[in-house]
């Protein structure tokens, strides 16, 4: 079959044409191609930046805990004692204290919500499993009977505690840290503690110094006492068995 030159350019023309527009597609194809997997890599790269800063943000509360002899023996030890029997009079004794009650302690000295410069700097050092680890540890220690200096106290600090003053709004100690001062988890146990340390807490709730307690309570109760009266309740606890 025989084409004029008209037609031969026409029938190439056309071809160029066709031929220019599937490249032009193919280009456009391509590049929306790229973007694609160019926005999918920048997603990808995003996500595993995430996954590797959670293992960070995370790592006090997964990290493993220490084993508790080991924490006590590096911080605790000179103070507390091993088995949470503070000999000193004026650090308190953990035996025996509700592990929920103690880890609320530790807790509170990391953030800052108990004031004390010591034990905040020991409590910053703790992950949530080492705190866990502790107060699992002295909650199963025995608590020592306490020490009495001064036994004239007794029966103030023995009225106060199991019936309290109603007429200045005083609760009975008794209603929240239980007859025998074996306390709960929310309420500390006090029967048996050195009562320095106790005069010296009330004290600091009294004078606004120590304000990790729930609704203000401990602030309101001891605010209602006077410094003779601190004195006898911290003695009657002591004698607490």
Do not use: W
């Amino acid at each position: 079959m025989q084409f004029s030159p008209d037609q031969t350019t026409t029938r190439l023309g056309g071809g160029f044409a066709s031929a220019a527009r599937a490249k032009t597609i193919h280009a456009s194809l391509e590049d929306r191609r790229l973007r694609n997997l160019a926005q999918h890599s920048s997603r990808a790269r995003a996500g595993l930046a995430l996954l590797a800063a959670l293992p960070l943000f995370f790592l006090p509360q997964l990290s493993q805990a220490r084993d508790a002899e080991e924490i006590i023996n590096g911080l605790c030890v000179a103070c507390h004692t091993l088995d949470g029997n503070a000999v000193v009079p004026a650090f308190p004794k953990l035996a025996g204290l509700h592990e929920q009650y103690l880890e609320k302690q530790l807790i509170d000295y990391a953030t800052g919500d108990r004031r004390h410069e010591t034990m905040q700097a020991f409590a910053e050092d703790l992950s949530r499993n080492d705190m866990r680890a502790l107060a699992d540890h002295f909650s199963e220690q025995r608590r020592h009977d306490g020490v009495v200096t001064e036994p004239e106290l007794l029966d103030a600090g023995r009225e106060l505690y199991h019936e309290g003053d109603r007429e200045r709004g005083v609760p009975a100690c008794a209603g929240c840290h239980k007859p025998d001062g074996s306390g709960t988890p929310r309420s500390v146990m006090i029967a048996g503690q050195n009562a320095p340390y106790v005069q010296e807490q009330l004290t600091l709730f009294k004078n606004d110094q120590r304000t990790n307690d729930r609704g203000r309570l401990m602030r309101t109760v001891a605010g209602r006492l006077t410094t003779e009266e601190i004195q006898a309740v911290a003695q009657y606890v002591a004698s607490m068995q």
